[in-house]
């Protein structure tokens, strides 16, 4: 196996710059598109071990990734606790039960959703044999903040004045919510460790609507929990977790004291600056702005290279986008934006 991109995260020596791509297994790729045909709609692609697999592989087989990342989606736990999850064509996620008044939040299911999200584990175990040690093998989650905020609009917003309006006049009915969800990310993501994941990734896509007091109580607070009840060992290995909050630049000492190994970067923070904030706590990934792979190849070697010019060191950063690659993006930008890592990453650790 691989062993850059774990060792990165725990900034241990390494042969090259590790790299890997948020939704590396997406819209972008003619394969993928073509699963996703066969599966009739995205929950179906979801919801099935074998094509979670085989799109899961697909960029592996495609490029020269340091990683897969289990093809999944974050709000998999609000559905396995019986909001409905749904997809509207062009409109994203929907919940056909949000959690709209007071009452639904407090009769939302405590048990383990373990036992309705099997299909995830199914499919670590499967992507884990088919990897075949090529490469380690990410699991996640979302937040537990940015989980309620789908829960109580019912989808995606442009202002989640729904969920900031609860947080503000019902403050124990969001923290009764997310503790609950805290609990079931833990169980899930315990879930997939058993099932073979090789570290762990939170994403917290909207704890930037957040000011610092709030986003330290009803954001950052959960996924420490998070960290502390996670597997951190298993199996003989350790396994690393990485925090990831979109728009969190004003946070990032926080997020580094809350005992995670990396901190994951949006393209709006200067790897530089963070390092000298928090890069002798913690690993760093990122933070390549996605829209750069728009750009002529020339041009994405050079954003590439500035980042990595900018990281002082011999590892402890995983080269990533600082967001989710987006569903137009011609698939050998991709390619020139791997290479490049491993070209340029590899002059900088020697």
């Keep these: 196996m691989s062993s850059d991109y774990i060792n990165a995260l725990l900034k241990k020596p390494i042969k090259r710059t590790p790299v890997w791509v948020m939704r590396q297994a997406g819209r972008y790729l003619p394969e993928y598109r073509h699963s996703r ?17 085989e799109v899961t ?3 592996i087989e495609r490029f020269d990734l340091d990683a897969a990342i289990v093809f999944s989606d974050i709000l998999t736990i609000p559905d396995a606790m019986g909001l409905g999850l749904y997809f509207s064509e062009g409109e994203g996620p929907k919940f056909s039960h949000p959690l709209n008044t007071l009452k639904s939040i407090e009769k939302l299911a405590k048990s383990s959703v373990g036992d309705k999200l099997t299909y995830v584990s199914d499919a670590v175990s499967m992507i884990k ?21 789908y829960m109580i609009e019912g989808g995606g917003s442009k202002n989640f004045s729904k969920a900031k309006s609860l947080m503000y006049k019902n403050p124990a009915h969001m923290h009764q919510l997310l503790d609950k969800l805290a609990l079931a990310v833990i169980d899930y993501l315990n879930g997939q460790i058993e099932s073979g994941v090789d570290s762990l990734m939170v994403f917290d896509t909207w704890g930037g609507l957040l000011n610092k007091p709030s986003y330290e109580e009803f954001s950052l607070r959960y996924m420490c929990k998070i960290v502390e009840g996670v597997r951190r060992e298993y ?29 994951a970067l949006d393209w709006t923070t200067e790897i530089k600056d ?33 980042i ?23 698939p050998e930008h991709v390619r020139v934006l791997v290479d490049s890592v491993h070209e340029f990453g590899v002059q900088n650790n020697n």
């Design 37 to 53: 045909k066969k599966a009739g709609d995205f929950l179906t692609l979801c919801k099935s071990p074998q094509l979670a697999c």
């Design 57 to 59: 592989l697909q960029p």
């Design 129 to 149: 044999k088919s990897l075949n040690g090529k490469v380690p093998l990410i699991g996640f989650s979302g937040s537990p903040w940015t989980l309620a905020t």
């Design 235 to 263: 199996a003989g290995k350790t396994i690393p977790i990485t925090l990831f909050t979109k728009g969190g630049a004003m946070w990032l000492e926080q997020i580094a004291d809350s005992g995670c190994d990396a901190v």
């Design 274 to 306: 963070a390092q000298q904030r928090i890069g002798n706590k913690v690993a760093l990934q990122g933070n390549l702005d996605p829209c750069v792979l728009y750009a002529s190849p020339e041009r994405i070697r050079t954003e590439v290279q500035k």
């Design 308 to 330: 990595l010019t900018q990281f002082s060191g011999n590892t402890g950063h995983i080269f990533n986008l600082g967001h989710g690659i987006l569903p137009d993006i011609n």
